[in-house]
């Protein structure tokens, strides 16, 4: 069964970075598809990066030139780097791998003065 573990979320004023971290459990990681999706209250849940490991890296939009995903497959890791944090950035944000179709139990980042 795959487990998948957030951490870096918080509160940060507007034009701040936070750094995400998701942690895999399992084997072969280095060929999961692993993405990023955020979630506010009344709204589904949106793709804001993937890291795919035969398409590449995609964005959202609203998120792209401001946020880079990443990961680090010796430490079963993926990353989302968040910078230039604005009001509209606030969520609750999820990583999802392929394997196992599986959701981590997210973390808030909140974007305030």
């Known amino acids: 069964q795959v487990r998948l573990v957030e951490s870096g979320g918080g509160l940060v004023q507007p034009g701040g970075s936070l750094r995400l971290s998701c942690v895999a459990s399992?084997?072969?990681?280095?060929?999961?598809?692993m993405s990023w999706h955020r979630q506010t209250p009344g709204n589904q849940r949106e793709e804001v990066a993937a890291?795919?490991?035969?398409?590449?890296?995609t964005y959202d939009d609203s998120v792209r030139g401001r946020f880079t995903i990443s990961r680090d497959n010796a430490k079963n890791t993926v990353f989302l780097q968040m910078n230039n944090l604005q009001p509209e950035d606030t969520a609750v944000y999820f990583c999802?791998?392929?394997?196992?179709?599986?959701w981590g139990q997210g973390t808030q980042v909140t974007v305030s003065s």
């Open positions: 890291i795919r490991a035969r398409a590449g890296i």
């Open positions: 999802h791998s392929n394997v196992g179709d599986a």
């Open positions: 399992g084997n072969r990681f280095s060929f999961w598809d």
